[in-house]
C-alpha cells in the first residue's frame, strides 16, 4: 500500500471539489470580462465564489484579489507594499517561505529595501521582545513585516493578534502567509490586525493554480500583473473560473465540519508521532512539532543517527511512503533546508523528515508508515 504523507506540499483534491469543477470545466467556458450571456454566466460563478470566501472570513468581498496561488499572493503584497505604500523595510524571518524570503532579497536589490531578519526563540518562535526592538527603530520610512501564520516545514504556530497589534503601534504594516493555516483554522478578518494574508487552494483539497490575497479595505494598492484591469486592476489576465469555483468549494468543505477535521487528523498526528516514540527512544521532533499548539498538520522528525541518513527520502519512498525533507541540498547528499538551517535545528548525521496529515489519512496508513519508518532506520545499524 502506498502511503502519501506529503499533505503540507499538497492534498489530493476532494472528490466534492471535483464535481463543483467539472460542470464549470465542461459549460461556463465563456471569459469573465466578456459583455455578453456566456460572459457573464462565467462572471457570475466568480463573483458568487468570491462572495461565499469572505463570508467564510467575515471579510468584504472586495478585499478578496484571485491570483494563482500563495506564492503570487506573496509577491503582489510585499512588492506593492514597497511600490504603492511607501514602504522601505521589510521585516521577516530567514525561516519564512522561499517566495517572502527571495521576494525580500529582490526587493533589497532592485529596490534598496531594507531587509530585516527577528530572531527566533530556540524552538524556532519569532522573539516578540526582538521584533518590537526592530520597529522601534527610526527608519526613515515605513515597516512592513512579513511573518507567516505556521511554519510550513516544523510547525510552529505564531501569534498573529500579539503580531498585528504591535504593528499597529508602530505604525507597520503586516503581511502573513497563511498558507498552511487557510482553511485548517478559522479566521476572523474583520477582527485581525493584519494587512495582507495569502491563501492557496491545493493546500486545502483544492486544485492548484488558484489562490487569492486578502487586501485590507483601507490599504490600496495597485497590479503586479498588468493587464486587461480584472480583479479591480490588481491581477490581470483572464479569471481561471474553475479554479476559483474549486477553491470557494474546497473551503465550503473545510469549514463545513472544521472541529472533525482537527480532531482527526490531529489524532493521525499523535498516532504517528506515539508511534515514532516507542521505536526510537531518542527521537527529536523539530521545532516541538509534537505539541498540541504546533499546526496540527505537520509533524517534522529528526531521526536518530544512521549511516544512510541522507537517503532516508528515498528509502521511505521505495517502502511507499511519500514525505518530505523541506527543501533538499542541491547535492541531494542531506537532506536539510533553509529553515533547518535558520533554526539551527540541521544535523547531517540525523534525518529530519516531514510528515504531513489530511482529513483523508487513515489509521492504516498511519501504521504502514511506522513499519516502513522502523524498517528503513533500524537496517544496517552497529
Known sequence: MNVYLDNAATTPVAKEVVEAMVPVLADTFGNPSSSHAFGRRAKVQVEQARRRIARHLNASPASIVFTSGGTEADNLALRAAVRDLGCTRIITSAAEHSAVVKTADSLAKSNGVVVEHVRHEADGVCDLAHLEELLSQPNGGKTIVSLMHA??????????????????????????????????YAFDLSALPVHFVTCAAHKFHGPKGVGFLYVHKDVKIGGQIEGGGQERSLRGGTENTAGIVGLAAAMDLAYKDLDGHQQHVRAMKARMANGLRDIFPD??????????DRLYTVLN????????????????????????GGSACSSGATLGSHVLRALNFHDPSRASVRFSFSRYTTEDEVDQALKAVAKVFQRNQG
Open 151 to 184: 511554519n510550513n516545514e516544523v510547525a510552529v504556530v505564531q501569534d498573529l493578534q500579539a503580531i498585528g497589534e504591535m504593528c499597529g503601534r508602530h505604525d507597520a504594516l503586516f503581511h502573513s502567509d497563511t498558507v498552511q493555516t487557510m482553511c485548517h
Open 283 to 292: 527521537i527529536h521532533f523539530n521545532g516541538n512539532s509534537d505539541q498540541a
Open 301 to 324: 522528525v529528526q531521526f536518530p543517527p544512521h549511516p544512510k541518513s541522507g537517503m532516508a527520502l528515498f528509502l521511505l519512498d521505495l517502502e511507499g511512503i511519500a514525505c518530505s
